[in-house]
């Protein structure tokens, strides 16, 4: 699809160099003097159009051919002329003091492609409040004898305007185009267009009679006019319901909540005047509906009179009306495929104008209700429409509570089903996790499953990783509380674990009967086998709480053995990459939640853990660095959780196989050890338990500095005997009879390691630094007085108080004294 | 509103480097949302656009051959005659683009890749996206087909003013239209009609 040949022409259009540049725009300019315009033209201005836009640093075009294609672009009536011209122009900048002004072209209407040029050059705000004035201009006069779309293009532009200035419609346009929108949204025609667009053969008198309009189930229409509409051509002001239709909830959203609240006491004093206007405009052209008598309308007839209300209310009324309407007519069976997609937008477009339209008037709440709960009613048990659920959902959530209706079975919908059915749905993901963000608040006061649903949720971010993992940054602060920390830790670090099988689940489903021979996936028989299925199920489970965490956590090694094949799928890799990044989220907030005893029992998980996860290349290493990290923060913060849980610290840094397998873990425990394992820490620390920490210690550093490492490890790094030194010589400066034992060994290392290359490293360098620092603690260590403060500081010493220290603050004091004095 | 509409590359180019995409046709809806705000040159303003533009294009890039890795799907060349198929096939989802990242405020990024070019729309967070899905499937299948997409030429770059006039009808100044089926045959006749030209 992509070829050498539009490479090169980029390239052509980016290097075309400045003369032949002239050369081609004195040419263009001379070929559009003439009146007639050949395929040499376009051509022309096509090529003129690639080389502007073909780079990103703006090109000035001559002035004098800017200004014939301005005036081509305004007066011409070939289309083809004015997208080019247009579009030529939009690239490239007017010359500086001649900015677009059509303020005084208020004869002819502005066409589409003008205005497209006008609001991409638009210097100001005011540009675009007068821009939005003429337009209403245009809007406000007799419908024009020109071309069928020639208002059409109106609304998207106010659109446009509205997205990116409100304000630049003043009070008075707001009210005209409200009455305009109201008029074409509900009084629009009910006849066919006439067949002026099908002309030819068959236009005899009998199909010149335009019949009345169909629904999309071929059944003739009952009611007013909406998008879910069909006939063989349509008038203009059917065009413009659409046009109407599709910007609708904007506005709604625009001029609602921009609308400064009107108290009741405002409203009643608009309905008066309104009622003495209403009497004078009875016979103006725009206000049609004095005329709609003969229409039978189904839903207009169980409505209270809605022509006494300002037309901001009358507007909304109508608009509660319209996607009323809209939601029976989907309940028809469409002719045409295309059709179905449309009525499932429009059942999402109405229930979120409904839901806007209730948030600024409560009353029209007890009116809505009925209608949205018939339609989840009609769609809950059908996951094809899913995503028209979550509007329903949104609209329960909002007013849910204050119409006293049960929304059990929506959350259980929305936080059950979906994720367990639909997680591989891309859009619903997108969507669903949209609406946890942006509804956050609420459903953490109001809905229980949000945080209890957190495993099915995870489902998501296990099957694509990529394109969800930036909500979940978001999204999971919010479900780490101090009851559900420790089963979300061990969720997401077995996420890979659930990308698997959540890949042989969706496989299970499509291949049903197991393939003979060599290609069956032996991952996918033991999915399928009943005596592993409970692992799996656990898995998948749906809700926290419940099974049993500790259970599973005991056959996790049997569970990445079964898995074993599943370490280079590319889905597995690609959710093992995002867990580090969580795992960090995670750890930030769970030490704002956490109490002591949660902080013990997640440093047992770390430890517990750091041996128990899924064999992805790379993944391992990467847990294990953000389990330090995490270690060294936790203890930092409550240092009396070294001593609290020293015994599983020590049996982990006693194991000299972890040196190895876990060397960043065993670093940081290591170093953990010997910072924080101290009085000051924690008054329970006794001599006793210092001396067995010594001892176990001791024991691992002669074995890692005595032999080779075992076979098929790599040699144990520097760091991590330099820091089994530094925690030995800590230890060793709280309780005074440690140091002859570590000094001895610290010079029998010297000793050993002057004879040249040892065992247990192969590095000179590193050699070198491990002497070092042992040379440094011997000599630290012979004055242990010395020692105790540098490798033991009291606390004062670390965290210094600066002007809340008496002896600390007098040098400062008199410092800021005498230079405010000297400053005079 | 859509933001904007992209046509660029989601396969590997040999004199780009890993991970770049060529913005094929790119159109930006309404006013510069950097003009109303900051006080930069307009030259500047463009080039800030056209920059934002190329992000996006790199980040669907990104996003599209991550998803294309994690389906294992081989992508399939089809021959001109068969867009249909060339549709069906292709694999589309949607990026989130957080605030900053390129644009000030949040946006969606829906896109379409259909073999080594991708459709992107850019639309505002709250867009009707089943609509925008729609309306996006639509116009690529207007593109593949009056621009001969699927063969090897070129008309993506020299006939751009036929997107221009598709966007017009389809989406006009970034507007999503609840077409039915009657309102799309009409406007796509006049499309057929300039096409013929």
């Known amino acids: 699809m992509y070829s050498h040949g539009s490479e090169s022409l980029i390239k052509q259009a980016r290097e075309i160099q400045e003369p032949e540049l002239q050369k081609f725009y004195s040419r263009i300019a001379k070929l559009l003097q003439g009146r007639e315009y050949g395929h040499e033209t376009i051509d022309s201005l096509q090529r003129l159009y690639l080389i502007l836009s073909a780079t990103k640093y703006t090109r000035m075009l001559p002035s004098e051919l800017q200004k014939r294609l301005l005036s081509l672009l305004l007066s011409s009536s070939v289309e083809q002329l004015q997208v080019l011209c247009s579009a030529v122009l939009r690239e490239t900048l007017p010359p500086s003091g001649q900015e677009l002004n059509f303020n005084q072209d208020t004869s002819s209407l502005l066409s589409s492609h003008a205005a497209v040029l006008l609001l991409s050059q638009t210097g100001s705000r005011g540009d675009l409040s007068c821009l939005s004035a003429q337009l209403l201009r245009s809007l406000e006069g007799r419908p024009s004898e020109g071309p069928a779309h020639s208002l059409t293009h109106t609304l998207p532009i106010i659109n446009t305007i509205l997205t990116h200035s409100p304000e630049c419609l003043t009070e008075d346009h707001v009210t005209l185009l409200s009455k305009k929108l109201v008029d074409w949204l509900r009084y629009a025609s009910i006849q066919q267009g006439g067949g002026a667009s099908s002309g030819g053969f068959f236009t005899g008198p009998r199909s010149r009679q335009p019949g009345p309009i169909a629904e999309l189930d071929g059944t003739v229409s009952g009611d007013f006019f909406t998008v879910l509409c069909v006939g063989q051509g349509f008038t203009e002001d059917q065009w413009m319901n659409v046009y109407s239709f599709s910007m609708l909830r904007h506005w709604l959203l625009t001029y609602n909540s921009t609308s400064g609240g009107h108290t009741t006491g405002d409203t009643a004093s608009r309905l008066q005047l309104s009622l003495s206007l209403s009497h004078s405009h009875s016979h103006s052209y725009d206000d049609r509906s004095e005329v709609d008598g003969s229409v039978v309308s189904m839903v207009s007839a169980t409505s209270s009179s809605s022509r006494l209300l300002p037309p901001k209310e009358r507007l909304r009324e109508k608009a509660f009306q319209y996607c009323q309407r809209l939601i029976e007519q989907s309940d028809r069976k469409a002719q045409k495929r295309t059709d179905t997609e449309l009525q499932k937008a429009c059942l999402v477009e109405a229930v979120c104008i409904l839901d806007s339209v209730c948030v600024e008037d409560a009353s029209l709440v007890y009116r809505a209700f009925p209608c949205v709960k018939a339609l989840y009613g009609r769609l809950s048990s059908d996951l094809s429409f899913a995503r028209v659920l979550l509007p329903i959902a949104q609209f329960y959530l909002n007013h849910g509570e204050m119409a006293a209706v049960d929304c059990e079975c929506v959350w259980k919908l929305v936080f059950g089903r979906f994720p367990a059915e639909l997680f591989n749905d891309h859009f619903l993901a997108h969507e669903l996790l949209q609406f946890l963000r942006q509804n956050l608040g609420n459903l953490q006061l109001r809905v229980p499953q949000y945080i209890s649903s957190f495993p099915n949720l995870l489902k998501f971010l296990a099957w694509d990783s990529p394109a969800v993992v930036d909500d979940f940054v978001d999204l999971l602060p919010s479900l780490v509380t101090a009851g559900t920390a420790v089963e979300l830790l061990h969720s997401l670090l077995d996420l890979p674990c659930l990308s698997a099988t959540l890949v042989l689940q969706l496989r299970s489903m499509y291949f049903p009967i197991s393939e003979p021979g060599g290609r069956g996936l032996l991952s996918l028989e033991a999915f399928r086998s009943p005596s592993y299925r409970g692992l799996f199920l656990f898995l998948l489970r749906g809700e926290a709480g419940s099974g049993n965490c500790c259970d599973t956590i005991a056959r996790l090694n049997k569970l990445h053995e079964l898995l074993a094949e599943a370490v280079d799928w590319a889905r597995v890799v690609q959710c093992a990459q995002t867990v580090p990044v969580l795992l960090h989220v995670y750890f930030n907030t769970v030490i704002t939640v956490a109490d002591e005893k949660l902080l013990a029992q997640l440093i047992l998980v770390l430890l517990e853990r750091s041996s128990l996860l899924f064999n992805i290349p790379k993944y391992i290493k990467e847990i294990h660095r953000v389990f330090s990290c995490h270690l060294l923060r936790l203890c930092k913060l409550r240092p009396s959780l070294v001593v609290d849980q020293s015994h599983e610290l020590l049996e982990f840094a006693g194991t000299t196989a972890n040196v190895f397998s876990k060397e960043d873990v065993f670093t940081h425990v290591v170093w953990v050890l010997g910072e924080y394992l101290s009085v000051s820490s924690d008054s329970r620390c006794s001599v006793e338990l210092i001396t067995s920490c010594f001892e176990s210690l001791e024991a691992v550093l002669f074995e890692v500095t005595s032999s080779a490492p075992p076979p098929g490890e790599a040699h144990a790094a520097p760091r991590v005997i330099t820091s089994l030194m530094s925690a030995l010589a800590k230890l060793a400066s709280r309780s005074h009879d440690l140091i002859p034992r570590v000094s001895l060994f610290l010079s029998k290392l010297r000793t050993v390691t002057r004879g040249g290359s040892v065992p247990w490293c192969s590095n000179e360098e590193d050699i070198a630094a491990v002497v070092t620092r042992g040379e440094e603690l011997w000599s630290l260590l012979k004055v242990p007085s010395v020692a105790q403060i540098v490798l033991t500081p009291p606390p004062h010493v670390t965290t210094p108080q600066w002007h809340r220290d008496t002896n600390a603050a007098m040098p400062l004091q008199l410092r800021a004294l005498t230079s405010l004095t000297q400053s005079h | ?197």
């Not at chain 2, 590359?9 to 309404?30: H, K, M, Q």
Request: net charge negative.
């Open chain 2, 1 to 197: 509103m859509v933001h904007c509409f992209l046509i660029h590359t989601i396969c590997p180019i040999n004199v780009l480097g890993a991970g770049e995409s060529r913005v094929l046709y790119s159109r930006v809806f309404g006013p510069d949302e950097n003009t109303l705000d900051g006080d930069l040159g307009p030259e500047e303003r463009r080039l800030l656009q056209k920059e934002k533009l190329l992000v996006v294009a790199r980040q669907v890039r990104s996003a599209v051959a991550l998803s294309r890795e994690a389906s294992g799907q081989v992508v399939v060349e089809t021959v001109p005659g068969e867009e249909g198929v060339a549709l069906m096939e292709a694999d589309s989802g949607v990026l989130r683009l957080r605030a900053g990242d390129p644009f000030s405020g949040e946006r969606s990024a829906l896109w379409l890749g259909i073999q080594s070019l991708g459709f992107t729309l850019v639309c505002e967070p709250h867009e009707n996206l089943l609509l925008a899905e729609g309306t996006l499937r639509n116009l690529a299948r207007h593109c593949l087909e009056h621009l001969h997409m699927l063969a090897s030429g070129s008309e993506v770059l020299l006939k751009s003013d036929r997107i221009d006039v598709l966007l017009s009808r389809l989406l006009p100044h970034g507007q999503l239209l609840f077409l039915n089926h009657r309102f799309v045959q009409s406007l796509e006749k006049e499309v057929t009609a300039y096409m013929a030209k």
